[in-house]
């Protein structure tokens, strides 16, 4: 079936630091890709989408590119705040069926001052 | 908007007790979403509804837990009797539609400890 996966956490990393999460995913045809985030003691909120090959969604400094050649969708960001510290979750909806989210296992990232 | 509100936030109970966590979804929004979350099994879906009526329930980990949506701006999750191994984070969301493109909108969840 189709499935997520993403690089273990926890990250850490010094402000001002370049980011990349990697996510790679298994499905059928052109499924839509996204990341998620969750800050401490919140629900999950979109950070950025792409819909079909070659897409880069992007928000508050983050980046990600819908590689359908490698199956990956990492996420990047250029220069990292202590604010970024969250939890991070890869989805996909399938190209088919009921459109049911599914997530990667998260990616814990902690920023340092 | 004041966004998907959950309720309560925390709850701390013994095995073998009734368990009712509370949601009321984005106004409009005609899709319901609880998931479970855990360090073992990540976010899983386990049930989502439409206008009311529940679609997809084959997330539910068994008879011991149940959902309703008796209207639009309501939906409680229950689980009788609670056991340990129900402790998680569970989240509801909304979301206009289920298209392929569609952004689900979190509630900050309910964080479940069953001693």
């Known amino acids: 079936g189709d499935s997520v996966t993403q690089m273990e956490g926890p990250v850490t990393l010094s402000e001002e630091a370049f980011l990349t999460i990697n996510c790679t995913y298994t499905a059928t045809g052109y499924p839509s890709l996204f990341w998620y985030v969750q800050y401490p003691g919140e629900g999950l909120q979109l950070l950025l989408k792409a819909t079909k090959a070659d897409d880069k969604g992007s928000n508050k400094g983050f980046e990600a590119t819908y590689r359908k050649e490698t199956t990956s969708f990492h996420l990047e960001k250029g220069s990292v705040q202590v604010s970024d510290s969250a939890v991070y979750f890869c989805?996909?909806?399938?190209?088919?069926?009921?459109?049911?989210?599914?997530f990667g296992t998260g990616t814990r990232l902690k920023v340092l001052a | 908007d004041a966004g998907v509100i959950q309720s309560p936030r925390h709850e701390v109970t013994e095995m073998g007790q009734e368990v009712t966590l509370r949601c009321k979804p984005i106004s409009g929004h005609d899709y319901l979403f609880w998931y479970r979350q855990t360090m073992m099994r990540g976010l899983e879906l386990l049930i989502y509804f439409n206008n009311n009526v529940p679609i997809d329930d084959s997330g539910m980990p068994e008879d011991r837990f149940s959902a309703k949506m008796p209207n639009a701006s309501f939906s409680t999750l229950k689980i009788q009797p609670s056991e340990p191994r129900d402790s998680a984070v569970y989240f509801c969301?909304?979301?206009?539609?289920?298209?392929?493109?569609?952004?689900?909108?979190f509630g900050p969840g309910t964080r479940l400890l069953v001693l």
């Open positions: 969301a909304s979301s206009h539609s289920v298209g392929r493109q569609e952004t689900q909108y």
């Open positions: 989805a996909l909806t399938p190209t088919s069926g009921t459109y049911k989210y599914i």
